[in-house]
């Protein structure tokens, strides 16, 4: 029997591949491909040992699945963040960590912003009345003229700011690692935490989750809003405290929030966030447009086509595996 020498390549993200079949017939031109429906974590621990390199998705990738994974040589983040990878442990043994940076920014910009203007109008709920039966109208209000607040001025925060160009409103950003001239460039103006927070009428997160940013809005942080603000969070649920957001939206410090990411994912049917009105939830729904995903698999395809063919992949998140 003839063996190949080809790399062996295993697909856990969920969706790669779905949207795109470009991605995995540029795959099939180098390796051998297997797509693996996963459910439980310790299966990742079984598969990885067979494998040359793989493609997840949110999958936890800790140092016990790296430490199984005998010879992999590289791991493709399906996304942006990458917080469910242990870059730490994979560097230490030289894994390379590709992602796929701003394939999905405009996709979560605009979804930011839908969330904004939804919970502003209340526009799921006017939806689910009318449905039923019911003609009540809802008292909402205008974007326009108000403050919207940015946390974290990456990719997807700048995006963010500069289609609400259009909207009339006056922006503030905080983010501690991003030059002022950048801001105001977009016409944004630079602030620090609390004053964005104490005089927005909306705020929305866009930091990535890391040990500074996990409970940045804590229940200190959500007394500082004013209590005719919202809160968006299409970043990652552990950036906001949940047990106060929820205290926080029950005696109405806040006016509302629209959620798309959560502490625990899929959510926990008994999140008490969930016996709330005056909130909007969707299950990490922000990056899943085609157009995302089409960019998202080719950035993975076409970086673990470079670094199998021996050069350098272009988007590696742990850089630091190139230095000697
Ligand atoms: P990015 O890395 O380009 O930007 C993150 C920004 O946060 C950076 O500018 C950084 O300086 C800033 N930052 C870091 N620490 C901070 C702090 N303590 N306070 C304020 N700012 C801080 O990332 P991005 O592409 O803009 O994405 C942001 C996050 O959105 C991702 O890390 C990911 O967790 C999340 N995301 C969610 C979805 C979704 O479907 N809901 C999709 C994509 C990304």
């Known amino acids: 029997m003839e063996m190949s020498n080809k790399p062996k390549i295993c697909v856990i ?169 950048d801001i105001r460039k977009i016409g944004a103006i630079p602030s620090k935490l609390d004053e964005l927070l104490k005089t927005s009428d909306i705020v929305t997160l866009h930091v990535a989750l890391t040990p500074e940013t996990k409970h940045l809005i804590n229940r200190e942080k959500l007394k500082l809003m004013k209590s005719t603000a919202y809160l968006i969070n299409t970043s990652r649920g552990a950036v906001i405290d949940e047990k106060a957001l929820y205290e926080a939206l029950k005696k109405k410090w806040i006016a509302g929030a629209a959620l798309d990411v959560f502490e625990e994912e899929p959510i926990n049917p008994k999140n008490p966030l969930l016996t709330l009105d005056n909130i909007i939830v969707t299950p990490h729904n922000a990056n899943f447009t085609l157009e995302a995903l089409q960019r998202t698999d080719l950035m993975n395809a076409e970086d673990l086509r470079r670094f199998f063919n021996g050069q350098r992949p272009i988007y590696v998140a742990n850089p630091q595996v190139y230095v000697k």
């Open 13 to 181: 993200s969920k969706s790669f591949g779905q949207y795109c079949r470009e991605a995995l017939e540029i795959l099939k031109t180098f390796s051998e491909v297997e797509v693996k429906s996963v459910k439980e974590y310790k299966e990742i621990v079984d598969i990885v040992k067979n494998f040359d390199g793989i493609i997840v998705g949110n999958e936890k990738i800790n140092r016990e699945v790296i430490n199984n994974a005998v010879r992999l040589k590289i791991i493709a983040r399906h996304g942006v963040g990458i917080d469910n990878i242990d870059i730490e442990a994979a560097t230490e043994k030289g894994i390379v960590v590709t992602y796929t940076p701003q394939a999905n920014s405009d996709s979560v910009a605009e979804y930011a912003i839908a969330l904004i203007l939804n919970i502003m109008r209340m526009i799921p709920k006017l939806h689910n009345l009318t449905i039923n039966g019911g003609w009540n109208r809802i008292l909402g209000y205008e974007l326009m003229g108000k403050t919207v607040g940015i946390i974290g001025f990456g990719g997807i925060g700048r995006r963010v700011a500069k289609k609400l160009g259009g909207f009339d409103v006056k922006i503030l950003v905080y983010d501690p690692y991003v030059k002022e001239d």
